[in-house]
């Protein structure tokens, strides 16, 4: 039982629970004091709202650093050992993203409208002044930070700069120090207070049914974009996919247990060095590099949430022109997320708050909603990698690559 309530999910549904039950309670709380009724509910809230906007100001702050800290060394990482096959990978990694994202974008503006979402913004109750405002202001903006994170990352390959390649990898080590010991701690108790502000606003106790809904949806989602993955795969090899799908059930199940591709990584290498279709030097290149930067169900789910809450949190769905940009966009994000529960969305906040336009209140619920079904997401992307790898095989094969030794096997 202890183990189950220090997992990320279980905390993340325990804000939610506490934080919706807080807000209902205080919504109603007026008390009888010196003769006059206060309303100690609304005080209660101003220490919750200011709270709440101390922790956005601290991840705000973060989103630059994890931008930086993680697509930089990847391009330095990716540059120094460039080849046909990895520029081959690096290609089919993105564009798998960016249409997963585009499959989920046109699957929003044609169910969403018909969810009959209210806009939350009517007819709520009216959220006190915060305290104070301490705002904690980003060292750079997240489009600079990713321009700096491109060019710094090109430069040092290209002057073959080793220290600052070192730096960059050592940079990366202290930014995720940073997100798994404060950021995913905070992010419970920013849940909560987020939850907290809606259910006093009243828009939770009418939203809620429409967020397990739309997880379903996404689910499905996963499992058609895996297989239109492995029916092209299947179309350019000549092999059938079903032979590297078949193996793959218990990368599946370890991808929804951790949340996480790194931790899934040795399984997922067994499971494809089983598969008799699949090269056994393009497994040992194609899934440890497909780990970390094919992120396709991550990606489906995303711009699909994304949609939701602009439904729900502001009464409308963005733009086309928006939602395109924000597609492109969060495919190169996608390239340098960091490897934790949520990393995802946690590295393309600022593009959701600069792109999209949402606020403390969108960006939180977005975290939340994501995070109850990443392990899907995850299990997802997982999959999705033996596609990919089935496309570098084929294509090592019809272009008379030679096979390297296998070190697995």
């Not at 080849?83 to 699957?107: D, N």
């Not at 029916?231 to 090899?237: F, I, Q, T």
């Amino acid at each position: 039982m202890k183990k189950f309530f220090d997992s990320l999910p279980a905390r993340l549904i325990l804000g939610v629970i506490a934080g919706i039950a807080v807000g209902l309670l205080c919504a109603g709380l007026v008390l009888p004091i010196g003769g006059q009724s206060v309303d100690v509910g609304s005080m209660a809230m101003q220490v919750i709202l200011t709270a709440k906007n101390l922790m956005n100001s601290l991840i705000s702050f973060c989103v630059p650093l994890i931008v930086i800290g993680f697509i930089a060394p990847s391009i330095t990482r990716m540059r120094s050992n460039a080849s046909r096959m990895l520029g081959l990978a690096l290609a089919l990694a993105y564009v798998s993203s960016v249409c997963a994202a585009f499959l989920s974008m046109a699957a929003g503006y044609l169910i969403i409208p018909g969810l009959s979402i209210q806009a939350a913004a009517e007819g709520l109750r009216q959220l006190p002044e915060l305290l104070f405002n301490l705002e904690i202001a980003p060292l750079m903006s997240v489009m600079s930070a990713l321009v700096f994170s491109v060019l710094i990352g090109l430069a040092a390959t290209w002057t073959r700069a080793r220290a600052i390649t070192q730096l960059l990898e050592e940079f990366q080590q202290v930014v995720l120090s940073v997100v798994t010991r404060v950021v995913i701690p905070v992010l419970p108790f920013f849940i909560a207070t987020t939850f907290c502000s809606l259910a006093y606003e009243g828009s939770i106790t009418r939203q809620l049914p429409i967020f397990l809904v739309v997880i379903l949806i996404v689910v499905a989602g996963h499992y058609v974009w895996m297989a239109v993955l492995y029916a092209l795969a299947g179309l350019y090899s000549g092999a059938n996919p079903l032979e590297v799908v078949r193996h793959y059930g218990p990368a599946y199940l370890t991808a929804v247990g951790t949340m996480s591709s790194a931790a899934t990584l040795a399984v997922a290498l067994r499971c494809a060095h089983k598969s008799k279709v699949l090269r056994g030097d393009m497994v040992d290149f194609g899934i440890p590099l497909f780990a970390n930067i094919h992120l396709c169900g991550s990606v489906l789910t995303e711009v699909f949430f994304v949609m939701t809450v602009s439904k729900v949190l502001y009464g409308s769905l963005p733009s086309l022109t928006t939602m395109l940009l924000f597609c492109i966009l969060l495919g190169v994000f996608a390239v340098g997320a960091p490897g934790v529960p949520g990393g995802t969305v946690m590295a393309s906040l600022g593009l959701i708050v600069s792109v999209v336009g949402f606020d403390a209140t969108g960006t939180g619920l977005m975290m939340t909603i994501f995070a109850l079904q990443d392990s899907f997401g995850t299990a997802c992307n997982v999959t999705g990698d033996g596609a990919l790898t089935l496309m570098l095989t084929a294509y090592a094969d019809k272009h008379h690559i030679h096979e390297a030794h296998s070190q697995i096997s």
